[in-house]
């Protein structure tokens, strides 16, 4: 069983689409991350939510908003997607916000704007 | 909030001991620091975690001295499998990686 999963794996769109990104975690955490990584490979953190609520917001554009139904899920949606908005999207989780830094990744959505 | 600073890239040859050393020179008293490991096309893999002193697992070391200003991740005999990117993170509620350290194990 993947303990964290991401659909889809990738994603090939046109500029001013609107995607969406799932994420699902099964360890039982209470918050969970989306993070992106550009071609540099540089790991930049956008959201972070705890038990459904918003606790990090980083410096992202409105376009992105993100949606937590419950607390094993937080999915990511992208409106009026742009050239600039191609990486590779990770989600991630923690048994809480402050337990350290012991995160567990998904395997990542390269999204592609063409 | 702290900053992590490490080398870009790294060369090794099998079977070496690699260290690879992060400077946090601003950590603060609640910080841990948090290694991950990252393949292409994969997430980021927590390898190790540690707040002062030294831990050890079965996959590596991580050795931080007293100031805990840096740290130094230490893996024994690597192999080929172990070219990957590996990130320092330094944090208790600030999840910013570094820019990683881009290990190259030779044959």
């Known amino acids: 069983d993947t303990a964290v999963s991401q659909t889809p794996k990738y994603l090939v769109t046109q500029m001013g689409n609107d995607k969406s990104i799932k994420c699902e975690q099964n360890?039982?955490?209470?918050?969970m991350y989306w993070y992106k990584q550009d071609s540099k490979k540089f790991l930049k953190i956008m959201f972070s939510?705890?038990?459904?609520?918003?606790?990090i917001n980083e410096t992202v554009p409105n376009r992105f908003s993100p949606k937590s139904p419950d607390k094993a899920h937080l999915n990511l949606h992208i409106n009026s997607l742009e050239l600039g908005d191609s990486a590779v999207y990770f989600c991630?989780?923690?048994?809480?916000?402050?337990?350290?830094?012991?995160?567990?990744f998904g395997s990542g959505t390269q999204l592609s704007v063409l | 909030l702290a900053k992590t600073t490490q080398p870009i890239s790294m060369d090794s040859y099998e079977g070496q001991e690699v260290n690879i050393t992060c400077s946090h020179n601003?950590?603060?008293?609640?910080?841990?620091i948090t290694w991950y490991q990252q393949f292409p096309s994969q997430g980021p893999r927590f390898i190790i975690q540690?707040?002062?002193t030294k831990v050890t697992n079965e996959v590596a070391s991580l050795f931080i001295p007293a100031d805990r200003k840096s740290s130094t991740l230490s893996l024994p005999r690597v192999s080929l499998s172990d070219t990957a990117v590996y990130y320092c993170?330094?944090?208790?509620?600030?999840?910013?990686f570094g820019a990683g350290t881009r290990l190259t194990v030779k044959p």
């Open positions: 993170l330094v944090v208790m509620n600030d999840m910013r």
């Open positions: 360890l039982g955490h209470d918050t």
């Open positions: 601003n950590i603060a008293t609640n910080d841990y």
């Open positions: 991630a989780s923690s048994q809480g916000p402050a337990v350290g830094g012991k995160l567990f």
């Open positions: 540690g707040y002062k």
């Open positions: 939510y705890n038990n459904k609520e918003l606790i």
